[in-house]
């Protein structure tokens, strides 16, 4: 049965929601939640919950205090306390704003600036990135202190409402994105925001699936706790009762060793993996057969790869879907038969509207056109924090958000992505906004001009291309520019490929013109 959407005036943290589930499930509360992989440490579920309840005691009683509407920064690779400090932090109204630990010292400065946090959680690893005049309180989850904060209270089935009132459209969580157009901007999104998208999975995941034995299902998490598709897919597995298995970093023999170990049976990744694991040799030596399902999710996935895949892995069943930080997940697959469109996303999920628009005309259009998809739910973002000419840009006053895609729907409500109309560079299906790049490169003494756009690439999906024009009596070479552009960013920004050119070619208006740039370098 679909869990009904809780009334808007009742007040409802996510952690009390996604709690409530969890309990309305009746799993054992020795059941594992979390386990980590490189330590193989696990955590049970009432285990979890007096973590969360002995943290938000703690962080309760700070001093100075933290209340309702502050923000908290995390710059934390994935560990199992990240969980607990989310659930916390939530339950208190807490503000959570974490960010990729590998971020540079520049952009992370920028994401506290954005943010304004009262306190920032790290760790010893991490903290050194942080502008310490700009935070009062910094915790490192890898501390003492912190660990006494989390054993205050052993176990626990429920959790307290603790006295604090947390609205629905309280604010929640600042993830960072940069939209369709500029540099990175503060996505501030509410509990309802979670609330609605969970209602909305919830409904879909409990219907009994005849492909799928009756058992404890045991999630390995690829992607990152600090992306909105990791972020949402932790509460969601711990609303349906799953084991998750945590990998603080990336390493694809490690994970190939976690499925066998821990016997994974479903696994939410970005298109990169599926790549590795339909060429690699290597997932030949271990046993996979736990593996039923991998939700895909992030960037564009092909046609051949799947095929490769589904070749491999006749047994593992692909189920796409399509999200955007400022939207949540729009669209997905339900059961065998709907995965096997491979070049579809899947339908709208629970509660979406949509609509294609033609970019010119703004008209709406039918099945079969093209156009920029257009969305309209409950769980699409308040807004970009203190920047209220992108939101209006973004957000209509109607609720529509512009995704910055471009996309058709079949007769049958399936949707296809077919290009990104937005600035937008996913590597890996991480974000490289070519505003952040573009003045880097323009501020080297040999550039006289530069632009960034995306160049295909099997592996990446895309890599950011730079095209450059040399200033007069400059010979500065690829390898020159490529390198001043890798100190200053996060690695999966780095420029990887370089042309140069005699202008770059702008509009009247002196907007860059992409379009001509990506054409350019596909015909040469
Ligand atoms: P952001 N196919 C093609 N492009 C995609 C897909 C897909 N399946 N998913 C995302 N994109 C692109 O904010 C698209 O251009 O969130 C989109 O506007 O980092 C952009 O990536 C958004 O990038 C889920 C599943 C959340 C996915 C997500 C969103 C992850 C990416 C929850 O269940």
């Known amino acids: 049965p679909p869990v009904p959407l809780p009334p808007l005036s009742q007040p409802l943290s996510i952690t009390h929601f996604a709690l409530s589930l969890l309990q309305s ?60 400090l989310y659930f916390s932090l939530l339950a208190l109204g807490v503000v959570v704003s974490p960010a ?23 760790t010893s690893a991490t903290a050194h990135k942080l502008p310490r005049d700009e935070l009062r309180t910094i915790i490192l989850l890898d501390s003492p202190e912190f660990l006494s904060m989390l054993n205050g209270v052993r176990s626990s089935d429920t959790l307290p409402d603790f006295g604090i009132e947390v609205s629905q459209t309280d604010s929640m969580a600042i993830l960072f994105s940069s939209g369709t157009t500029g540099r990175v901007k503060g996505v501030l999104l509410t509990h309802r925001n979670f609330i609605a998208q969970l209602a909305g ?18 999630s390995l998490f690829m992607p990152p706790l600090f992306h909105v598709y990791g972020f949402f897919m932790l509460v969601l597995a711990v609303t349906m009762a799953e084991t998750l298995v945590l990998r603080e970093r990336f390493d694809f023999e490690a994970m190939l060793r976690a499925v066998e170990r821990y016997k994974v049976s479903y696994m939410p990744v970005s298109p990169p993996l599926i790549v590795s694991l339909a060429k690699s040799e290597l997932a030949q030596k271990y046993d996979l057969s736990s593996l039923r399902r991998i939700g895909c999710g992030g960037a564009p996935l092909g046609n051949e790869v799947v095929e490769r895949f589904t070749e491999k892995f006749p047994n593992v069943e692909i189920v796409q879907g399509y999200g955007l930080t400022e939207g949540g ?88 992505i077919v290009d990104r109309l937005k600035e937008l560079i996913k590597y890996k299906a991480y974000q490289v906004p070519p505003a952040e790049l573009e003045p880097i490169l323009q501020s080297h003494p040999d550039i006289a001009d530069a632009a960034v756009i995306p160049y295909p690439d099997e592996e990446a999906g895309q890599i950011p291309m730079a095209y450059v024009v040399r200033k007069p009596g400059s010979n500065i070479n690829e390898a020159a520019v490529m390198d001043f552009v890798a100190k200053q960013v996060a690695p999966y920004k780095k420029i990887r490929r370089v042309s140069f050119i005699n202008s770059i070619p702008k509009s009247p208006a002196g907007k860059i013109l992409r379009r001509e740039l990506i054409s350019h370098a596909l015909s040469s």
């Open 329 to 416: 997940g729009v669209t997905r697959m339900i059961g065998p038969e709907e995965s096997k469109r491979y070049a579809s996303v899947g339908r709208l999920a629970e509660n979406m509207e949509a609509k294609i628009v033609d970019p010119e005309t703004r008209e709406a259009l039918p099945p079969g056109r093209r156009g920029e998809l257009w969305l309209r739910s409950p769980t699409v973002m308040k807004g970009y924090i203190g920047d209220d000419k992108a939101t209006a840009e973004t957000l209509h006053s109607d609720g529509w958000l512009k995704t910055g895609d471009l996309c058709f729907f079949d007769d049958e409500g399936f949707l296809y």
């Open 100 to 122: 990729n630990p590998i971020g540079s010292e520049s952009e992370i400065a920028h994401q506290v600036r954005l943010t304004r946090p009262a306190i920032a959680f790290a």
């Open 201 to 218: 999975v919830h409904a879909l995941r409990r219907e009994p699936d005849p492909t799928l034995p009756d058992e404890q299902t045991v």
């Open 25 to 84: 499930s009746a799993v054992a509360p020795t059941t594992t939640v979390l386990i980590d992989a490189a330590s193989d440490r696990h955590v049970s579920y009432e285990n979890f919950i007096g973590q969360v309840h002995s943290l938000t005691l703690s962080l309760r009683s700070l001093a100075p205090a933290l209340s309702k509407g502050h923000v908290a920064f995390i710059l934390s690779p994935t560990s199992l306390h990240v969980p607990v």
